[in-house]
T-cell receptor, first 116, second 113 residues
Framework: DSGVTQTPKHLITATGQRVTLRCSPR?????VYWYQQSLDQGLQFLIQ???????AKGNILERFSAQQFPDLHSELNLSSLELGDSALYFC???????????????FGPGTRLTVL | GNSVTQMEGPVTLSEEAFLTINCTYT??????LFWYVQYPGEGLQLLLK?????DKGSNKGFEATYRKETTSFHLEKGSVQVSDSAVYFC????????????FGKGNQVVVIP
């Protein structure tokens, strides 16, 4: 158990809909990262938050957005869903008090999104 | 940009065989290097890491050495067990920047009794 929790575990929805994925980091970790794992693209970094502020953006679509709340949990919002958005979405957390420090990221169990 | 390359294709081997999974990287400076493992239906778990050249990471019988001269971080285990069957991902975190991970495509390892 990494200490990172994600809900829901599975999500099935239709094209055009909007969903919210939730992540609670390990106790004491200030950084939250979101990754997407799909068969064709592999594991791709989406976005990072540090103590409530956006710190880095990766291959995140404009239809996707995220935020980190004062209690440090994070939500990833996916809207206007398309079939190609079906994937496993992982959240990870780390201390990350210093940039480029090579902190270990601890991953949650993931949310499997299926868009029909 | 930063990238990680893992050898193509699944790896199938017998119990107690020697395992090697190749990983090479492209990055500026001295990135931190990681091996993560994903068991069926689960999230990624850190297997080992190395943060500077010539460092050797090790855990559960697995080892990998950070080779700056060959930009490699190959994973090895001397005697695999059926319980080692999983997908193994090599990843890097760039130096001096944010801590985002760049992953290789992963290798499915199947150990046959």
């Amino acid at each position: 158990d990494s200490g990172v929790t994600q809900t829901p575990k599975h999500l099935i929805t239709a094209t055009g809909q909007r969903v919210t994925l939730r992540c609670s980091p390990r106790s004491g970790d200030l950084s939250v990262y979101w990754y997407q794992q799909s068969l064709d693209q592999g594991l791709q970094f989406l976005i990072q938050y540090y103590n409530g502020e956006e710190r880095a953006k990766g291959n995140i679509l404009e239809r996707f957005s995220a935020q980190q709340f004062p209690d440090l949990h994070s939500e990833l919002n996916l809207s206007s869903l398309e079939l190609g958005d079906s994937a496993l979405y992982f959240c990870a957390s780390s201390e990350s008090r210093k940039q480029g420090s090579g902190d270990t990221q601890y991953f949650g169990p993931g949310t499997r999104l299926t868009v029909l | 940009g930063n990238s990680v390359t893992q050898m193509e294709g699944p790896v199938t081997l017998s119990e107690e065989a020697f395992l090697t999974i190749n990983c090479t990287y492209t990055a500026t400076g001295y990135p931190s290097l990681f091996w993560y493992v994903q068991y069926p239906g689960e999230g990624l778990q850190l297997l080992l890491k190395a943060t500077k050249a010539d460092d050797k990471g090790s855990n559960k019988g697995f080892e990998a050495t950070y080779r700056k001269e060959t930009t490699s971080f190959h994973l090895e285990k001397g005697s695999v067990q059926v319980s080692d069957s999983a997908v193994y991902f090599c990843a890097l975190s760039p130096s001096g920047g944010n801590n985002r991970l760049a992953f290789g495509k992963g290798n499915q390892v199947v150990v046959i009794p």
